[in-house]
């Protein structure tokens, strides 16, 4: 278990991996031509003095809180480093946001300065900025913010810089971190240098093993995940920390992310369960394309019932896997997971997944295919995560044990509990909601769920998610949601029935697999009016729902569903930037659809 460090701050790993390993390989960047070119340890350090000095030219102090509305890029861990060298907060904001959310969060955090990527951010702040006495300076990144930086901190001397790196200490605040406000406005979390650090410590000790394919590997990942969410930062920080080469991509589609993935070559990425998804769906969509649906289902069988085996074995449960079952495994290694494992660079052989729950069946399949997914869990108030399965001993389904120095209790009605030196001290200026969730050093979650007889953590849904029909029977929904959308046409379900006889559905679909879904029978794109009415496409949805029922009791069933015609989406205030379901503004924008289930 890592210690809570006593001295020092984030950015101090910067300049000790300068002067320890100067020429060591710590990030990739894409150059103008996009090819990927490597940064020393050394050259990153002068690259973060340079700009940590053009922060104070431009008027930043230690205390000060800047905000950061970007993409995920590599300038972002440069300005957070910055930052933080400086004794500055870092305040994340989703570059998605809208002009009410901007100005909620640059307000309430008494920002004085905001660094944006591009003009349309730029202009959201405009926006709202005569609303924003405290916001003094505004950057933009495509408008050369880093270059008219270190040109104005030219004439500071770097003593100056080192003074305000040396007044920071595991006690300061190291960011606020809002979350995504799925039950009214974002709070802002205030996390500590010391929350991420022994976060990021544990972690990468913990999980060593984990970072490299092979030993000897030097380790690298590649960061996809926004770095406004926790998780994304917690990425980051344990990246420089632990000297794991650390790449960004900012684009998230299969288009833009699998070519750099082939580029950049992983040993380990850190993502959602729906990455994995999409790459799942993908292959399959491939291999029906070329006439070999069959070939890849039977594939997918052999590496769930692969790696189900060999979990059964490392818990003393069964001899692991068959001979006949290894012979199987053996051919479809050549045949389909190494194809699966060079679209991922073809170095990695771990993954880590968070942000919500991964289907056991699909953790199985990676790891059969020779890429164990480590699912773990956590919130911005503990810093990422709590809990995360072994490396040793994964239990596929479940979040894992807690990790080194974290402890979990299940309250009396279910809700999960957290204690450890990575949970947040409160909210920015809210006393009476911090009040509401840390009692007595525990961090009440606000999420359900259960450990088994080995201190495995189950999550089974949200206190504020519960259904409670009209008949008085207490429905978590997540589970029916997360089967449902298993089903490779569905992109999104959201479960209803609150005060209602029973339990109903919305149900949208994945645009690209129903329309490679149309081609494979030879049928035409259909509108979107009409294709919600396609009686073959209801029936594959209906065996989705189905499927689902089957996991719980009728009294809990999905009766009746919805099938709508197009997704929910954050444009339009039914997602938020982490992509969790808005249920409430979702069931009053899709009231009548609601209503008419019932009918």
């Keep these: 278990m890592a210690t809570a460090p006593l001295v020092g701050g984030l950015a101090d790993s910067v300049f000790e991996h300068a002067r320890s390993d ?38 930043v102090r230690f205390g000060d809180r800047v905000a950061i509305m970007s993409r995920t890029r590599y ?6 480093f910055a930052l933080w060298t400086v004794g500055a907060q870092p305040v994340p904001v989703y570059p998605t946001s809208s002009a009410d959310q901007v100005h909620w969060m640059l307000h309430d955090a008494g920002v004085t300065a905001c660094l944006v990527e591009h003009e349309d951010h730029a202009m959201t702040v405009g926006s709202v900025v005569d609303r924003l006495p405290l916001l003094k300076r505004l950057w933009q ?3 050369g913010a880093v270059t008219e930086l270190v040109e104005a901190g030219a004439r500071i001397d770097e003593e100056v810089v080192q003074r305000h790196r040396r007044a ?37 000790s913990r999980w060593e093993p984990v970072f490299r394919s092979r030993p000897g590997d030097d380790a690298s990942t590649l960061l996809f995940l926004p770095l406004a969410h926790v998780f994304g930062r917690m990425v980051q920080i344990a990246a420089v920390r632990a000297r794991v080469k650390l790449g960004h991509q900012p684009v998230l589609s299969a288009s833009a992310l699998l070519p750099d993935l082939a580029a950049f070559r992983p040993t380990l ?31 997918v069988e052999v590496a769930v019932r692969y790696a189900e085996a060999l979990e059964h074995k490392a818990f003393g449960l069964g001899p692991g896997p068959s001979a006949a079952l290894r012979v199987q495994h053996q051919f479809f290694d050549r045949a389909v997971y190494g194809r699966v494992r060079d679209a991922l660079g073809g170095r990695m052989r771990h993954a880590m997944s968070g942000g919500s729950s991964m289907d056991r069946r699909l953790g199985l399949f990676f790891a059969g295919a020779g890429i164990t997914v ?26 894992g044990q807690p990790v080194p120095g974290t402890s979990v209790h299940i309250a009396e009605d279910g809700e999960v509990w957290l204690r450890g030196p990575h949970v947040f001290s409160g909210y920015l200026g809210d006393p009476a909601a911090t009040g509401s969730v840390l009692r007595d050093g525990w961090l009440a979650t606000g999420d359900l769920g259960r450990l088994d007889e080995d201190g495995y953590l189950t999550i089974t849904g949200r206190k ?46 994945d645009q690209e697999a129903v329309e490679h879904w149309l081609a494979m029978q030879n049928r035409p794109s259909l509108p979107p009016a009409e294709l919600v009415r396609d009686p073959d496409l209801e029936a594959e ?17 999905i009766r009746t569903f919805r099938i709508l015609a197009f997704p929910f989406t954050e444009e339009y205030g039914l997602l938020t930037p982490s992509l969790k379901l808005k249920r409430k503004a979702i069931e009053v924008a899709y009231a009548a659809e609601v209503d008419a289930l019932y009918r």
């Design 22 to 59: 100067p020429h060591r390989v710590a990030l990739g960047r894409k150059d103008a031509t996009g090819r990927w070119r490597d940064v020393t340890a050394r050259e990153f350090r002068d690259e973060v003095l340079a700009l940590a000095r053009g922060l104070i030219a431009h008027g």
């Design 75 to 80: 300038e972002w861990t440069l300005f957070d």
């Design 141 to 143: 990144l495509d408008a």
């Design 168 to 204: 920071v200490t595991p006690e300061s605040v190291a960011t606020v971190i809002y979350t995504s406000g799925t039950t009214g406005r974002p709070k802002g979390c205030v996390l500590t240098h010391a929350n991420f650090m022994f976060e990021a410590d544990t972690l990468t």
């Design 269 to 299: 990425v850190l993502a959602v369960p729906y990455i994995f998804e999409r790459i799942l769906r993908a292959a399959r969509r491939s291999a029906e394309t070329d006439g070999r649906a069959g070939a890849f289902d039977k594939a």
């Design 374 to 399: 480590y699912e773990g869990y956590g919130l911005t108030e503990s810093a990422a995560a709590a809990t995360a399965n072994p490396p040793e001993r994964t239990r596929y389904g479940t979040v």
């Design 464 to 509: 504020k998610e519960i259904i409670v029909t009209s008949g008085g029977k207490s429905v978590s929904p997540v589970g029916l949601e997360e089967r449902v959308r298993a089903h490779p046409l569905v992109a999104q379900c959201i479960a209803v029935g609150n005060d209602r006889p029973y339990i109903a559905a919305l149900v949208t679909l």
């Design 541 to 557: 949805i209906r065996r989705a729902v189905i499927a689902a029922n089957s996991l719980v009791s009728q009294a809990e069933a």
